[in-house]
């Protein structure tokens, strides 16, 4: 059973040795309460993206094969790494199919570099929302009216992702819009406002009005990101903007606004 976009429906067939993991699983199942809503999971990716260039060149987001407790296998492709939504009860550091694992990620995505691969024990529902999602029918028949009865999105998060919600998601995870930089996360589409044009002197007033514009606009603050560029203001607008027409039309009026006051307020400096 295969659900997402087209792009990816090469996930379908991907099979896995799940030898070690299961075991791993299994081993704790003693210490596990509701063991059989446990699972195994490894996460495998790229370092996080620093420009544009190398989006357009690399996977942005994280893969991760999945196995439960009755040895059914799941590969999935989330937005953000599970194990950082939620920290993994039990974490295997070490394990003899870890290059398994890394050829596999590399094989089905055309990748050379090499990726960063974790193993850890997670209950379900996992907390990342997954973008595509292939694997044993059953299982994930269950975990989709599951999530639709307890109002979570997680693995049912890629029924509402085609080829063009799919574009959005990868053009925008870590890139720009106009003169923000973009970091898609679980969490939304955080927009960090970076004016090179500006010079450094008048950088703290235009912070306070960008706050100002978050607030007339309702938007709530970013998730703190590592970015190199100085960041002169920052918001957070909903991940379902993605799947509206005109998904960034409050966005574009707050930059609007913020154009309209730098130049008025410009005015008075260059006298």
């Avoid at 030898?19 to 704790?28: G, Y």
């Avoid at 997680?154 to 930089?181: A, H, P």
Wanted: hydrophobic share 35%.
């Amino acid at each position: 059973m295969y659900v997402g976009p087209s792009k990816y429906r090469k996930i379908e067939n991907l099979d896995f040795d799940s030898s070690e993991i299961l075991r791993f699983l299994e081993s704790k199942k003693e210490r596990l309460d509701v063991y059989h809503r446990h699972v195994a999971v490894v996460t495998c990716h790229i370092n996080e993206l620093t420009s544009e260039a190398e989006q357009n060149n690399k996977f942005p987001f994280y893969f991760n094969f999945i196995v439960t407790t009755s040895n059914e296998k799941i590969v999935g492709i989330s937005i953000s790494p599970p194990m950082s939504r939620t920290p993994a009860i039990y974490k295997l550091n070490e394990f003899k199919t870890k290059e398994h694992f890394e050829q596999k990620f590399l094989e089905i995505f055309g990748l050379r570099e090499q990726p960063t691969c974790q193993c850890g024990i997670l209950k379900l529902p996992l907390k990342t929302r997954f973008i595509a999602v292939s694997g044993n029918e059953e299982f994930l028949k269950k975990e989709l009216f599951s999530e639709k009865v307890m109002g979570v999105e997680s693995f049912s998060f890629s029924s509402k992702v085609d080829d063009k919600i799919l574009e959005r998601l990868e053009k925008y995870k870590n890139g720009w819009y106009k003169i923000c930089r973009t970091v898609i996360t679980d969490d939304g589409i955080n927009f960090f406002v970076i004016d090179k044009k500006l010079p450094d002197e008048f950088k703290p007033l235009f912070s306070e009005v960008i706050a100002l514009l978050r607030k007339k606009y309702n938007f709530q603050p970013a998730k703190y990101f590592p970015i190199t560029e100085k960041v002169l203001g920052s918001f957070n607008a909903e991940l379902n903007l993605l799947f509206s027409q005109e998904p960034f039309t409050q966005v574009d009026k707050l930059l609007s606004d913020y154009e309209e006051v730098k130049m008025d307020l410009m005015k008075y400096f260059s006298e």
